[in-house]
Nanobody, 124 residues
Framework: QAQLVESGGELVQAGGSLRLSCTASGLTFTSYAMGWFRQAPGKEREFVAR????????TYADSVKGRFIISRDNAKNTVYLKMNGLKPEDTAVYYCAAATRFDQIATMNQCDYWGQGTQVTVSS
């Protein structure tokens, strides 16, 4: 049974940094593009970043471009999201997702697997 488990979320002050991790099990990690989404209170879940199987292709939402970096370690079945320059508006539950194609990973209903989420809270 495939499972994605996120970790690393916590309370941080504005301007600070965090690194989120998502470790996969029960699936062939190198067969999946990976991505991060987030959902703030009262808002819809939104795309944050995605990375191809090789790690060579990455795209970001405009709201995080230049501040967040997505990466993956295929030997550890883990995808990361390094978040720098955090703002209060980055406060959300962050979810990782897996999809068989890179072009699918930015669309929620085309993702095959989801993690349970990790809370990131940025105080002003």
């Amino acid at each position: 049974q495939a499972q994605l488990v996120e970790s690393g979320g916590e309370l941080v002050q504005a301007g600070g940094s965090l690194r989120l991790s998502c470790t996969a099990s029960g699936l062939t990690f190198t067969s999946y593009a990976m991505g991060w989404f987030r959902q703030a209170p009262g808002k819809e879940r939104e795309f944050v970043a995605r990375i191809s199987v090789s790690g060579l292709s990455k795209t970001y939402a405009d709201s995080v471009k230049g501040r967040f970096i997505i990466s993956r370690d295929n030997a550890k079945n883990t995808v990361y999201l390094k978040m720098n320059g955090l703002k209060p508006e980055d406060t959300a539950v962050y979810y990782c997702a897996a999809a068989t194609r890179f072009d699918q990973i930015a669309t929620m209903n085309q993702c095959d697997y989801w993690g349970q989420g990790t809370q990131v809270t940025v105080s002003s």
